[in-house]
């Protein structure tokens, strides 16, 4: 059910790439892997645009999820896969942005996936979300990596930029302890590659998304841990706020 906030900031996101997307089940089961063993407790997940990754993390044992989106048709829809079962009863939605909350330290895990490059003043933003943590909350974000990958989908879909390990571990407060930090997804880096020197489409289409999910991820997910992860078209964050 929908919660009301008491100042809201409400965005039309066209949000093109969320139905693309949708079905990289193979991606959002990789990331998930990953992530899982650091959320628990009260979970807000910043930009949850269609309940996608919602659907891949939440496992139903945490004591709240919060789906936090600014754009009231989405939340609109993440209701309704409340209501038909389809994400976990512990979910709920908030319209607005992460500056609507209180700024007090109730959540145990804030995420942002494939988000932050959406918004323009990203240190300003994870400052925000490192007062908001709870003692011994993880900050995670999972972003697209790498400047000169910047395509016209990036622009088309408003990402203001791409994220190195050092540019996104550089916006992070100094009050929060790095946990981890890796670049996923070494092979699908090519294919972003091709699309921005050769094909420059301002969208992959459903069946490239196809391709890349069915058969690239698999092959990356072997092949990332013998990289060490320092080679992806992805970069993964997870900064902890220290315990009291």
């Known amino acids: 059910m929908t919660t009301p906030l008491g100042s809201t900031t409400a965005i039309d996101y066209a949000g093109t790439e969320l139905n693309v997307f949708a079905g990289a089940l193979n991606w959002k089961n990789y990331y998930a892997s990953v992530i899982r063993s650091y959320i628990g407790g009260r979970v807000l997940e910043v ?31 993440i209701d309704e896969r409340i209501e038909r079962g389809e994400l976990q009863e512990n979910c709920g939605t908030m319209t607005g942005i992460l500056c ?10 804030i995420l942002y996936i494939d988000v932050l490059e959406h918004i323009e003043h ?15 909350g993880v900050l995670v974000v999972l972003s697209p990596a790498h400047s000169w990958l910047f395509s016209e989908f990036d ?27 890796r670049y996923l997804d070494s092979v699908g880096i090519l294919l972003s590659l091709a699309n921005r020197l050769l094909l ?45």
């Not at 659907?55 to 600014?70: H, K």
């Not at 609507?100 to 895990?109: E, I, M």
């Not at 990203?122 to 011994?136: F, I, M, Y």
């Open 47 to 77: 930009g949850a645009g269609l309940g996608g990754t919602t659907d891949a993390i939440c496992c139903g044992d945490e004591t709240e999820w919060c789906c936090l989106e600014p754009d009231p048709q989405l939340v609109s829809l």
């Open 100 to 109: 609507d909350l209180p700024a007090t330290p109730d959540w145990d895990a």
């Open 122 to 136: 990203d240190a300003d933003e994870v400052r925000e979300a490192a007062l908001r943590l709870a003692p011994g």
């Open 155 to 181: 622009t088309a879909i408003g990402h203001f930029r791409r994220y190195t390990r050092r540019s996104l571990a550089e916006i992070m407060p100094d009050t929060l302890d790095l946990k981890c930090l």
């Open 200 to 244: 420059r489409s301002p969208e992959p289409s459903h069946a490239q998304i196809r391709v890349w999910d069915r058969w690239i991820v698999p092959v990356s997910r072997v092949i990332d841990p013998l990289l060490a992860y320092r080679f992806g078209k992805t970069v993964l964050g997870v900064w902890q706020k220290p315990r009291d």
